[in-house]
């Protein structure tokens, strides 16, 4: 308390003057602070939004996965593949949602390839196909004449058989005829598929996708002479021998560009491999809309004692827009070309096929005996709108099994109310000369019993369309004496896209 009383009047005044502003700091300033803290945005908030505005994050794809089948599938093939425009050539073992096919847009050279190879997709509506088989009753009962000798080009009522395209089933008889003329070059031009064939469609865009020609060994592709097209006002036209092998060309006759044929195995046939068959398969080689032919010129003007031949046209669905040749440069056209050879080259086409297909139903006994000149035939069904993956044809002699001749029998395919037959079991294959081979598409192997299996893959985006679903596979046993033993498997895919 002594302490206190000695505290003068001026040294209170302070000590109360010091407690009064502490009291006003506490009561005024540190509230308006604290809530001056507690309206600003959180750090956390702020965060939040600058993410919202942020690029989102790159999703690392999964890669596509590859396989190899060691057998056909039991069941029914994936619904669709993880990718429509594959980058490479590869199978998916995903299941992803579709992709639809373009319905407008123009398909640049590159897209285009893509859509050609994928096993999923449908690009033609329609394959019409160009085959050297004799017709007329009684005309080839051996079946060894499916070959065009010089006089079979011209119109002459004295030919025995009759060649031609655009079988009626009903009546078996072609319909369009194939024939010999003069070019405007003074050459006469041999009509493998004549200008008239495709004379009434100027709307639709078509594809030349396969030749095979097969001529005598002797000969060479030297007695074709010259091979040409013409496709909607321009003529390409080149010796067959420089066409007719891997990288072969063609230049126009205003030398603006160049047909192109890609280099990879798959799509070329090679004469040394195959037994003498030339030409490609699976390819896209000219794609046109009207004014299109396809002949060669012969060695000095005259054809080859024996030209067999086979080649197939797609016209492809409207919803399909993709430049024609005409409207290509030179430089897109080789990119098709190069195009397939980085998708095929060390490719499996069969294998990639066979991952998709299943088996379409046999609706008529099978398999079926056959005597000499006797017919037989085997129906299938599958599903409307799925195409036609490949063929297996089983042949095997039951007597005489030393005589190889019946490798001249034909198989014709009835469907789409058209009929097509294909000349022998090894040109079926695209073999030739009863020569086993194996192509990227196609193969020919001897089993027992002196049988022989032809197997046949339609390719990926073009493969025939089953409109109304049935095909019927007949064949006459050639008149040899031989009883044959046929037996046929058909295997269908179902595609995403159904133009």
């Given at each position: 308390m002594s302490a206190l009383s000695s505290i003068t009047q001026r040294q209170w005044i302070a000590i109360i003057a010091l407690e009064l502003a502490v009291v006003v700091l506490y009561l005024g300033v540190l509230p308006w602070l604290f809530l001056s803290m507690s309206a600003a945005p959180s750090p956390t908030a702020e965060s939040a939004d600058e993410s919202a505005f942020a690029a989102p994050t790159a999703l690392t794809p999964k890669p596509i996965m590859t396989r190899t089948p060691t057998k056909r599938p039991t069941t029914a093939p994936p619904t669709s593949t993880r990718t429509l425009a594959p980058t490479e050539v590869s199978v998916s073992t995903e299941t992803p949602t579709p992709t639809p096919a373009p319905t407008s847009a123009r398909l640049s050279s590159r897209a285009f390839v893509d859509w050609e190879v994928n096993p999923r997709v449908a690009l033609a509506k329609k394959t019409?196909?160009?085959?050297?088989?004799?017709?007329?009753?009684?005309?080839?009962?051996?079946?060894?004449?499916?070959?065009?000798?010089?006089?079979?080009?011209?119109?002459?009522?004295?030919?025995?058989?009759?060649?031609?395209?655009?079988?009626?089933?009903?009546?078996?008889?072609?319909?369009?005829?194939?024939?010999?003329?003069?070019?405007?070059?003074?050459?006469?031009?041999?009509?493998?598929?004549?200008?008239?064939?495709?004379?009434?469609?100027?709307?639709?865009?078509?594809?030349?996708?396969?030749?095979?020609?097969?001529?005598?060994?002797?000969?060479?592709?030297?007695?074709l002479g010259l091979i040409g097209v013409t496709a909607d006002g321009s003529t390409y036209q080149t010796p067959a021998c420089a066409f007719l092998g891997a990288g072969g060309s063609a230049p126009a006759a205003d030398g603006s560009k160049s047909l192109v044929l890609p280099k990879n195995g798959n799509n070329i046939l090679d004469p040394g491999r195959s037994g003498g068959a030339y030409g490609f398969l699976a390819f896209p080689a000219v794609v046109f809309r009207k004014g299109f032919s396809l002949y060669f010129t012969g060695r000095a003007g005259y054809a080859p004692?024996?030209?067999?031949?086979?080649?197939?046209?797609?016209?492809?669905?409207?919803?399909?827009?993709?430049?024609?040749?005409?409207?290509?440069?030179?430089?897109?056209?080789?990119?098709?070309?190069?195009?397939?050879?980085?998708?095929?080259?060390?490719?499996?086409?069969?294998?990639?096929?066979?991952?998709?297909?299943?088996?379409?139903?046999?609706?008529?006994?099978?398999?079926?005996?056959?005597?000499?000149?006797?017919?037989?035939?085997?129906?299938?069904?599958?599903?409307?709108?799925?195409?036609?993956?490949?063929?297996?044809?089983?042949?095997?002699?039951?007597?005489?099994?030393?005589?190889?001749?019946?490798?001249?029998?034909?198989?014709?395919?009835?469907?789409?109310?058209?009929?097509?037959?294909?000349?022998?079991?090894?040109?079926?294959?695209?073999?030739?000369?009863?020569?086993?081979?194996?192509?990227?598409?196609?193969?020919?192997?001897?089993?027992?019993?002196?049988?022989?299996?032809?197997?046949?893959?339609?390719?990926?985006?073009?493969?025939?369309?089953?409109?109304?679903?049935?095909?019927?596979?007949?064949?006459?046993?050639?008149?040899?004496?031989?009883?044959?033993?046929?037996?046929?498997?058909?295997?269908?895919?179902?595609?995403?896209?159904?133009?």
């Open positions: 019409t196909f160009f085959t050297s088989a004799c017709f007329g009753t009684n005309a080839n009962p051996l079946q060894d004449r499916d070959y065009m000798a010089p006089a079979d080009w011209s119109s002459s009522p004295g030919r025995n058989c009759i060649f031609g395209y655009n079988v009626d089933p009903a009546g078996e008889m072609p319909a369009g005829r194939y024939s010999v003329n003069g070019g405007p070059d003074g050459q006469p031009r041999f009509y493998l598929i004549p200008p008239e064939a495709f004379a009434k469609d100027t709307q639709s865009i078509k594809t030349l996708s396969e030749l095979q020609i097969i001529v005598d060994p002797d000969q060479g592709c030297g007695s004692p024996r030209t067999w031949f086979e080649s197939a046209v797609d016209t492809l669905a409207p919803s399909v827009s993709v430049k024609t040749t005409a409207e290509m440069t030179d430089q897109e056209v080789r990119e098709v070309a190069s195009r397939f050879d980085d998708l095929l080259s060390g490719a499996e086409p069969m294998n990639q096929l066979a991952a998709f297909e299943q088996e379409a139903q046999v609706t008529s006994p099978s398999p079926v005996k056959v005597k000499s000149k006797e017919t037989g035939t085997i129906r299938f069904a599958a599903p409307p709108g799925n195409v036609l993956s490949s063929i297996s044809w089983r042949i095997t002699p039951q007597n005489n099994v030393d005589k190889i001749e019946f490798l001249e029998t034909n198989l014709c395919l009835d469907m789409n109310g058209e009929e097509t037959c294909f000349t022998g079991v090894e040109d079926f294959a695209h073999c030739a000369f009863f020569t086993p081979c194996v192509t990227g598409y196609s193969r020919l192997d001897p089993v027992d019993h002196g049988g022989y299996i032809a197997t046949r893959y339609f390719p990926a985006g073009t493969a025939p369309i089953l409109r109304d679903g049935h095909v019927t596979v007949k064949f006459q046993a050639p008149d040899n004496g031989v009883v044959l033993e046929m037996q046929v498997g058909i295997r269908v895919r179902r595609v995403d896209t159904t133009p």
